[in-house]
C-alpha cells in the first residue's frame, strides 16, 4: 500500500482521533467535513466552475481516514490515479508535497477532475526555507527540472522564489501542471485562506493584499493560471468538529449491516 504521513495521533497538534487541535490543519478539517457542501460551493466558485457541488467528494482530510493527508504515490491512489506512479517518480523525488484537502468532481460515470488544496491560517505560514534537497543531488536536479519546466509552460521565468521562500507553493503549482499536462488530467489548485483564525488572526483585506505580493513573486502578476484560485472562508470552532465526529461514530455504530 502506498505510504502517507506518518500518524500524528500521539502528536500534541491532534488528539486520539487525528482531529487538529488548531491552525489551517483544524480548519481543514471542519469544511472538508462539517461543511463539505459549502466548501465545494466556495472552491467551485472560485475556479469559476459550473459543476454541481454534489458532484464533488472530499477525500483528504475525511473522518473515515483519521484525517490522512497524502503525498507522494499516495496522493495519486486517492485521487484514484494509481496507475500514474511511475510517471510521478520520473517527475518528482519521493517526499513530495503534503497535501492539505484532495477532492474529485465525477464529471460523468468515466471522467472525473481533481482538486488539490493548500489551506494557510496566516500569510507567512505560506512562507518557508525553500527546498531542502541536497544541491547536486539526483533529486535536487529533478526537482529543479521539474520546475523550470513547469514555468516554461507557464510562460514566466523562473526565478529564487520557486526554490526559495515560496517553493512550498511552486512544488504544488508543479505537480497540477504535472498531471494537467503530463497525464492529462482536469486537475484544480485552490489555495484556502482562513480569515479570523484565532491561531492568527488574519482579515481578508491582509489576505487580499498577500495573494497579490505572492502571486507577482512567483511571476504570475495578475493573470495566474485559470487552474489556480485563491480562496477565504471564514474560521470555525473546532467544537464542529467534535460534534461532527461525535455524530458519524454514533451513527456508525447503530447502523445496522
Known amino acids: 500500500m502506498a505510504s502517507t504521513r506518518p500518524s500524528r495521533r500521539h502528536s500534541k497538534r491532534v488528539d486520539e482521533h487525528g482531529r487538529a487541535f488548531s491552525g489551517s490543519q483544524l480548519q481543514m478539517q471542519i469544511w472538508a467535513n462539517c461543511r463539505a457542501r459549502e466548501f465545494s460551493v466556495a472552491v ?44 510521478l517518480r520520473r517527475f518528482w523525488p519521493k517526499g513530495g508535497p503534503v497535501w492539505d484537502g484532495l477532492g474529485i468532481v465525477q464529471l460523468t460515470p468515466s471522467s472525473r477532475a481533481v482538486i488539490l488544496v493548500e489551506g494557510k491560517s496566516y500569510p507567512d505560514e505560506v512562507r518557508g526555507s525553500g527546498c531542502k534537497a541536497r544541491r547536486g543531488s539526483n533529486a535536487r536536479k529533478l526537482i529543479e527540472t ?8 507557464l510562460g514566466i521565468c523562473l526565478n529564487s522564489a520557486w526554490l526559495g521562500a515560496l517553493y512550498q507553493s511552486a512544488n504544488r503549482i508543479a505537480h497540477v501542471h504535472f498531471l494537467r ?45 485559470l487552474w489556480l484560485a485563491d480562496v477565504t472562508l471564514p474560521a470555525r470552532q ?18 445496522v449491516r
Open 44 to 87: 467551485l466558485a472560485a475556479l469559476h466552475l459550473s459543476y454541481s457541488p454534489e458532484t464533488v467528494t472530499w477525500r483528504s482530510p475525511v473522518a473515515s481516514s483519521r484525517f490522512r493527508e497524502y503525498r507522494d504515490e499516495a496522493f495519486l491512489e486517492a485521487l484514484g490515479l494509481s496507475p500514474q506512479a511511475a510517471n
Open 181 to 225: 499536462n503530463r497525464l492529462g488530467v482536469e486537475a484544480y489548485l485552490v489555495n484556502v485562506a482562513f480569515v479570523g483564525d484565532p491561531h492568527r488572526r488574519t482579515s481578508e483585506k491582509e489576505w487580499a493584499s498577500a495573494h497579490s505580493c505572492i502571486r507577482r513573486e512567483l511571476g504570475f502578476g495578475d493573470t495566474p493560471p
Open 146 to 153: 521539474s520546475l523550470a519546466d513547469t514555468a516554461t509552460a
Open 238 to 255: 473546532r467544537s464542529e468538529l467534535l460534534e461532527f465526529t461525535s455524530s458519524e461514530r454514533h451513527k456508525t455504530r447503530f447502523t
